[in-house]
């Protein structure tokens, strides 16, 4: 069993910047991909950007340049680095990780607000 903590969300103005982490505990596997999902109020979740435990990233276009994923291996941490923020950052951010194993086993966070406030 794996659990996911994740902490730094909260309520910023437009332009500023918030940190998001998610520690992972538990039966961990070195092959893995650790990444952010964010869900606004009546739209579907959706990617936000995800980093292998090899370190290639993945962003959804609408964060490419402003958000920031980064990891601590030796922590099984991972990171979200949100600058520039806007109204529309505003959702629920998800913590995911994803063993690649046989059978794959994903985890999901129990989610952390972030408002972005014009």
């Known amino acids: 069993q794996v659990q996911l903590v994740e902490s730094g969300g909260g309520l910023v103005q437009a332009g500023g910047s918030l940190r998001l982490s998610c520690a992972a505990s538990?039966?961990?596997?070195?092959?893995?991909?650790m990444g952010w999902y964010r869900q606004a109020p009546g739209n579907q979740r959706e990617l936000v950007a995800t980093?292998?435990?090899?370190?290639?990233?993945n962003y959804v276009d609408s964060v490419k340049g402003r958000f920031t994923i980064s990891r601590d291996n030796a922590k099984n941490t991972v990171y979200l680095q949100m600058n520039s923020l806007k109204p529309e950052d505003t959702a629920v951010y998800y913590c995911?990780?994803?063993?690649?194993?046989?059978?794959?086993?994903?985890?999901w966070g129990q989610g952390i607000q972030v408002t972005v406030s014009s």
């Open positions: 995911n990780v994803l063993y690649v194993t046989t059978p794959l086993r994903e985890y």
């Open positions: 538990g039966t961990i596997f070195s092959i893995n991909i």
């Open positions: 980093m292998s435990s090899g370190g290639s990233t």
